[in-house]
């Protein structure tokens, strides 16, 4: 089974309409919604959830009152000002670093594992999908995303399926880390801003890191060509791939509206550029 993730360095790039309509295309794979912070590939695709699960991660100081003696020991020792001078635990400042819990005299601290966040697993019209919802400022993103990618995985090898499709998160962070490692490869959407070739440089630089193949596109290459041809000559000095060029289209956000993804709401345009980009990551994968 390949795995190929889909990544972007920056947000807004167009990332979660090209991978809805590699989907599309696809016809056997798995799909991994991997921005559980704000995950959106759902919008596109209406998902039947077919299973749900609690996501348990981080911990939380919780003080016994009736064992507490209240000396204040604890308060004392924490760094991050999570209990206030009537011994009450500030679950959002909580860091779970458990000292708190070390100095207590009566033991009366004990560390709950919280639940940070819900994932699942759907069906929708291309395929199974595997999502997550993080809570509000939660952490440990990429220890989620590894849980729906395992799941994935798992779903896969038990339909028979040969490809994993990975919506990665923005930016070069953990998350991100976790989307792309160990995949067969990357497929940065780029788009021709300053930013976005900023951007652009910092996820392959990621990538190259951890000696994952690289390949690329640039969507809605026409809106700023000088900006394009600089995307292109990165490209060449990096050896990366460039396999499409997207123009603008004013029928993607037509299809969005639909709930659909654009190459199944027209042929043409930025529907046929994108098919172009799936010819260049099967050629990458050798299928």
């Known amino acids: 089974m390949k795995q190929v993730a889909v990544v972007s360095g920056k947000g807004g790039t167009g990332k979660t309409s090209v991978i809805a309509s590699l989907a599309s295309l696809a016809k056997d794979s798995v799909l991994v919604d991997g921005d559980v912070d704000a995950a959106d590939l759902h919008l596109l ?38 209990i206030s001078s009537d011994l009450i635990v500030d679950r959002f400042a909580c860091e779970g670093c458990g ?3 070390h100095v207590c005299p009566e033991q009366a601290i004990d560390l709950e594992e919280n639940v940070s966040g819900e994932w699942f697993v759907s069906e929708t019209r291309v395929g199974p999908l595997v999502h997550a919802r993080l809570g509000i400022a939660e952490e440990n993103s990429g220890k989620l995303v590894a849980v729906i990618r395992n799941e994935a995985k798992t779903l896969g090898r038990e339909r028979g399926l040969g490809l994993v499709l990975i919506d990665g998160p923005p930016g070069i962070g953990c998350p991100v880390i976790s989307s792309i490692t160990g995949v067969d490869l990357v497929l940065v959407v780029a788009e021709p801003t300053l930013s976005g070739i900023h951007d652009m440089e910092r996820i392959v630089g990621l990538a190259v890191h951890f000696d994952i193949p690289v390949i690329a596109c640039i969507n809605r290459y026409d809106i700023n060509l000088d900006m394009t041809a600089r995307i292109d000559t990165l490209c060449n000095r990096e050896g990366i791939r460039l396999c499409g060029r997207i123009p603008f289209d004013q029928r993607v956000t037509e299809a969005m509206i639909h709930r659909q993804s654009v190459v199944e709401y ?7 550029a994108i098919e172009e980009v799936w010819d260049g990551v099967l050629a990458s994968l050798g299928r």
């Open 266 to 272: 027209c042929s043409d345009g930025a529907a046929s």
């Open 45 to 82: 695709l209406e998902p039947t959830i077919v299973r749900r699960e609690e996501f348990r991660s981080s911990r939380t100081a919780c003080i016994d009152e009736g064992a507490c003696s209240a000396c204040g020991e604890c308060r004392e020792v924490c760094r991050f000002d999570a």
């Open 99 to 101: 000292v708190c819990a």
